[in-house]
């Protein structure tokens, strides 16, 4: 598993649908890339310049929305995965 350091988090992306709702299979070409995800690890947060520690909004297993062309993505097992700065998150969605 991925740690994260500072103030990032590592999302496990969720995959948009293969089809439309008219019925239209989409190639992996013509998907967007989506941009909803889980938190799957959270770093320690980021440190001050008094020393102090900020933690991060965000805790492991909350379903969050972020820029659509925001992080780096890292495949490990098989599994794509998201590692972004906690200000690349716009907002946790509350169901």
Do not use: F, H
């Not at 933690?55 to 993505?73: K, L, M, T």
């Amino acid at each position: 598993m991925l740690k994260p350091l500072g103030s990032r988090i590592v999302v496990e992306r969720k995959e948009q649908e293969q089809t439309t709702k008219s019925g239209i299979v989409l190639t992996d070409t013509a998907k967007e890339k989506s941009n909803e995800g889980v938190v799957v690890a959270v770093g320690p947060g980021r440190t001050l310049d008094n020393g102090q520690r900020l933690e991060i909004e965000v805790n492991v297993g909350d379903r969050v929305v972020y820029d659509q062309y925001a992080g780096i993505e890292i495949k490990r097992d098989d599994t794509k995965y998201l590692v972004l700065n906690e200000e690349e998150v716009l907002a946790i969605i509350e169901e």
